[in-house]
């Protein structure tokens, strides 16, 4: 099928490529299934709704901009998302890309957890965690911390 | 909206299997147990409304800044690899 999107225009999307979000993402409730289209030649994957061409999320993989990050996926987590393994788990978080772009924060406290082999993905609201929905991608531009 | 008064220790059951219990009271702070299915998702209101608020501003990226920032992120890895 075709879908319309908001950074790659008209695209043919299988079947295959959608993942399902069940209660779509917190304030795009109505929004549950979605698409990972990479952004050519850059760190960026775009979560984009099949249903709605405006929305879509601006997402990296954390690891490598944030070393130290790490997320533990408690038991209800892993039984929504049907998750066995780690091999099963592909995880992002989504960017607020600000102007200038120098601001640009990433939200730790509420990563993209997808199952891979199953296609179904969620939201993750960490709990008890020093994480928040604001890290700065550019910590160098602040003068104080 | 329902309004119930509860005393320490007693609770509300809410449909067949979600309950809400008073297991603590300290001057303003009233401490919770919820007991919910898996599948419920149980959050501080100002934490969930926190995400919806940064979902909602991170929708609004425009191409140009994007464009923007992925030139500077692929500069930054050049000029310094870890």
New interface residues.
């Given amino acids: 099928m075709n879908i319309e999107t908001k950074y790659h225009g008209t695209i043919e999307l299988s079947d295959m490529a959608i993942v399902s979000f069940e209660n779509g993402l917190p304030g795009f409730e109505h929004e549950k299934q979605f698409a990972l289209l990479p952004i050519h030649d850059s760190p960026f994957t775009i979560l984009q709704s099949v249903q709605n061409k405006d929305v879509a999320f601006v997402m990296i993989e954390p690891f490598s901009y944030f070393p130290t990050y790490e997320v533990e996926l408690d038991d209800a987590t892993c039984e929504q998302l049907n998750i066995q393994a780690e091999n099963d788990v592909a995880l992002y978080v989504i960017l607020t890309v600000a102007e200038p772009f120098t601001n640009t924060t990433a939200n730790l406290q509420a990563p993209i957890v997808i199952n891979v082999h199953e296609r179904i993905g969620k939201q993750v609201i960490l709990t008890n965690t020093p994480y928040k929905t604001k890290h700065r991608l550019f910590p160098e531009t602040v003068e104080a911390k | 909206m329902l309004v119930l008064t509860r005393k320490l220790k007693e609770a509300i059951q809410i449909g067949d299997d979600i309950e809400v219990v008073v297991l603590a009271i300290d001057g303003d702070q009233v401490k919770l147990g919820i007991r919910a299915p ?2 419920i ?1 149980v ?1 501080r209101k100002e ?2 409304l ?10 609004l ?3 140009t ?2 464009q ?3 030139h ?3 500069k930054g890895g050049e000029e310094n690899e ?1």
Avoid at chain 2, 50 to 59: G, K, V
Wanted: hydrophobic share 35%; glycine share 0%; charged share 20%.
């Fill in positions: 898996k599948h998702d959050h934490i969930y926190a995400i919806q608020q940064e979902n909602n501003a991170a929708s990226a425009s191409m800044s994007l923007q920032l992925s500077r992120l692929k870890r």
